[in-house]
């Protein structure tokens, strides 16, 4: 029986698999978590998926406890601003698309939708409400949508079934300074030290790691979350790191976090703005935003990413210290190797372009749950964990590499190389298809990624990739239904955008 995990590295991804470990498996297994002092942070995951509802009540936290706590926020969306290169817009939001007479909503509007009205405002309730800049729940504490409201207790992401309609924005640091404190007190050992060696049988597998002064820390599994070093499962275990430049080439990113006048309203959504060389983030926190700037250094410098950040964002304030980050974009051959299982930075990272840092490392960790090994440490149940996690990165992958593709942009040298570039296998049949008519489910990536049929096309056609005809059979339908569907959102859009509170009112009342 394993009996002992060692977390090498802290943060978010090692808070988030020690207080993961603990709620599953409890006094039953020893974890140990070590973590240099010396060692900073990224700390810039500040957005999430929707699915991140599943981790936070698999642990049994209260959304209005920990939130205030994390200096939290809302996110009903992604608004992606400038990537026909004319200041226009739309969202990508978390709403799945309604069917009408066994056709999508979206099929419909390319066959009577009003083309001078954005497929997003007529498609989805959820572009009206961030416009409005509203909060998803009444001042009582109450969803809009009541019935995908409460608890799911301890289920995982396979279990989703309907789509819930909204994720958080929240302070990196203050998360894992949160789950330090949930974990420790459910029994995980914190062990502040710089780790000096690392050491290993004849076998090859790790058995403890020396640290300076707490001497050495043994256990069974080793669990990798230090990040882009990969110092067990890269350094140590010389395991392949295979890269993804050649169709994602974005591999630096400069950040600043900008304090925001409390009396200003807060967007409940993520900002992805296209920029000359890369695109710019714009998270809204309690109290503060965060900015950053994700580009390819082979199209500008860190120093001219800085001041076109600076800027955009925060012009004067050269008080604000900016953090410069070089990113390790592509994922391991495999991230469980031996008796070590990479999570987080360390196992695999694409651009945060939809914010799948932080559920990357959920999905490793449920996962790693799933999988977890005996004394036998049998192979199969290692390759499927190497499998699945393998297949959700590169699903992820071409989804990313959809939008440089599918974006109508082409004015700098950086976006003309974006029509240029390679793509995954796969994509370009999908984009192909996609010029004739919407995705589907049978159509996208096979094999579970995060992504659903709707988030392919909402980017598709927010982008301008855009089927050349509706679906032959519509012509021999009668449309009122439709007709009907698309003034019941609307109707219903203005309804919540009536009773709704806005996004700060709600967050300033639950921060009291």
Same mark, same amino acid.
């Given at each position: 029986?394993?009996?002992?995990?060692?977390?090498? !590295?802290?943060?978010?991804?090692?808070?988030?698999?020690?207080?993961?470990?603990?709620?599953?498996? !409890?006094?039953?297994?020893?974890?140990?978590?070590?973590?240099?002092?010396?060692?900073?942070?990224?700390?810039?995951?500040?957005?999430?998926?929707?699915?991140?509802?599943?981790?936070?009540?698999?642990?049994?936290?209260?959304?209005?406890?920990?939130?205030?706590?994390?200096?939290?926020?809302?996110?009903?969306?992604?608004?992606?601003?400038?990537?026909?290169?004319?200041?226009?817009?739309?969202?990508?939001?978390?709403?799945?698309?309604?069917?009408?007479?066994?056709?999508?909503?979206?099929?419909?509007?390319?066959?009577?939708?009003?083309?001078?009205?954005?497929?997003?405002?007529?498609?989805?309730?959820?572009?009206?409400?961030?416009?409005?800049?509203?909060?998803?729940?009444?001042?009582?504490?109450?969803?809009?949508?009541?019935?995908?409201?409460?608890?799911?207790?301890?289920?995982?992401?396979?279990?989703?079934?309907?789509?819930?309609?909204?994720?958080?924005?929240?302070?990196?640091?203050?998360?894992?300074?949160?789950? %330090?404190?949930?974990?420790?007190?459910? !029994?995980?050992?914190?062990?502040?030290?710089?780790?000096?060696?690392?050491?290993?049988?004849?076998?090859?597998?790790?058995?403890?790691?020396?640290?300076?002064?707490?001497?050495?820390?043994?256990?069974?599994?080793?669990?990798?979350?230090?990040?882009?070093?990969?110092?067990?499962?890269?350094?140590?275990?010389?395991?392949? /790191?295979?890269?993804?430049?050649?169709?994602?080439?974005?591999?630096?990113?400069?950040?600043?976090?900008?304090?925001?006048?409390?009396?200003?309203?807060?967007?409940?959504?993520?900002?992805?703005?296209?920029?000359?060389?890369?695109? @710019?983030?714009?998270?809204?926190? /309690?109290?503060?935003?965060?900015?950053?700037?994700?580009?390819?250094?082979?199209?500008?410098?860190?120093?001219?990413?800085?001041?076109?950040?600076?800027?955009?964002?925060?012009?004067?304030?050269?008080?604000?210290?900016?953090?410069?980050?070089?990113?390790?974009?592509?994922?391991?051959?495999?991230?469980?190797?031996?008796?070590?299982?990479?999570?987080?930075?360390?196992?695999?990272?694409?651009?945060?372009?939809?914010?799948?840092?932080?559920?990357?490392?959920?999905?490793?960790?449920?996962?790693?749950?799933?999988?977890?090994?005996?004394?036998?440490?049998?192979?199969?149940?290692?390759?499927?964990?190497?499998?699945?996690?393998?297949?959700?990165?590169?699903?992820?992958?071409?989804?990313?590499?959809?939008?440089?593709?599918?974006?109508?942009?082409?004015?700098?040298?950086?976006?003309?190389?974006?029509?240029?570039? %390679? @793509?995954?296998? !796969?994509?370009?049949?999908?984009?192909?298809?996609?010029?004739?008519?919407?995705?589907?489910?049978?159509?996208?990536?096979?094999?579970?990624?995060?992504?659903?049929?709707?988030?392919?096309?909402? @980017?598709?056609?927010?982008?301008?990739?855009?089927?050349?005809?509706?679906?032959?059979?519509?012509?021999?339908?009668?449309?009122?239904?439709?007709?009907?569907?698309? %003034?019941?959102?609307?109707?219903?859009?203005?309804?919540?955008?009536?009773?709704?509170?806005?996004?700060?009112?709600?967050?300033?009342?639950?921060?009291?």
């Amino acid at each position: 029986m394993i009996r002992s995990v060692v977390i090498v !590295g802290g943060g978010t991804a090692g808070w988030m698999t020690a207080s993961y470990l603990k709620a599953a498996f !409890g006094d039953r297994l020893d974890v140990t978590l070590v973590e240099s002092p010396r060692v900073k942070r990224i700390g810039v995951g500040e957005a999430t998926f929707s699915t991140v509802r599943h981790f936070f009540d698999y642990l049994g936290l209260d959304e209005a406890d920990w939130l205030p706590k994390c200096a939290g926020g809302y996110k009903l969306g992604i608004r992606f601003e400038n990537w026909a290169g004319n200041g226009e817009h739309f969202y990508h939001p978390f709403e799945r698309l309604r069917v009408v007479d066994g056709f999508s909503i979206a099929d419909w509007w390319l066959a009577l939708g009003d083309r001078s009205e954005s497929f997003d405002r007529s498609c989805f309730i959820t572009t009206a409400l961030c416009e409005a800049k509203r909060s998803p729940r009444l001042l009582d504490g109450s969803l809009f949508s009541s019935g995908l409201d409460g608890s799911l207790g301890r289920s995982t992401l396979d279990e989703q079934r309907a789509q819930f309609p909204y994720a958080y924005h929240f302070d990196a640091d203050k998360v894992a300074e949160y789950l %330090a404190g949930l974990a420790t007190k459910n !029994g995980v050992r914190h062990v502040v030290d710089d780790v000096q060696h690392v050491a290993q049988d004849e076998r090859g597998w790790i058995t403890h790691v020396r640290t300076a002064a707490h001497g050495d820390v043994a256990g069974d599994l080793f669990v990798d979350c230090t990040g882009f070093r990969g110092l067990l499962i890269n350094q140590t275990l010389g395991t392949e /790191f295979e890269s993804f430049e050649d169709v994602l080439p974005n591999n630096r990113a400069v950040a600043l976090r900008v304090p925001r006048d409390e009396a200003t309203d807060m967007n409940p959504y993520t900002t992805a703005r296209a920029m000359n060389a890369g695109w @710019m983030w714009t998270i809204p926190l /309690f109290r503060r935003n965060g900015n950053g700037y994700v580009y390819s250094d082979r199209f500008i410098s860190p120093e001219e990413a800085e001041h076109e950040l600076r800027q955009a964002v925060a012009p004067g304030r050269d008080d604000l210290e900016a953090n410069h980050i070089r990113m390790r974009i592509g994922r391991n051959r495999d991230s469980w190797v031996n008796n070590c299982v990479a999570i987080g930075l360390s196992s695999a990272f694409v651009e945060p372009l939809e914010s799948t840092g932080i559920f990357f490392i959920q999905h490793g960790i449920e996962q790693l749950v799933r999988y977890f090994p005996d004394e036998r440490w049998d192979p199969v149940p290692i390759a499927a964990y190497n499998d699945r996690v393998a297949h959700a990165v590169e699903g992820v992958k071409e989804f990313l590499v959809l939008h440089y593709k599918s974006a109508q942009r082409d004015d700098t040298p950086y976006w003309k190389e974006a029509k240029l570039r %390679a @793509m995954p296998e !796969g994509l370009r049949a999908k984009l192909d298809l996609a010029g004739s008519r919407l995705l589907d489910e049978e159509t996208i990536y096979a094999r579970y990624h995060g992504f659903e049929s709707y988030s392919w096309n909402a @980017m598709n056609l927010g982008l301008g990739r855009i089927p050349r005809t509706p679906p032959p059979a519509l012509a021999h339908m009668d449309p009122a239904n439709a007709r009907a569907e698309f %003034a019941r959102i609307k109707a219903e859009a203005d309804e919540l955008v009536a009773a709704l509170p806005s996004c700060h009112e709600y967050l300033a009342k639950i921060n009291d």
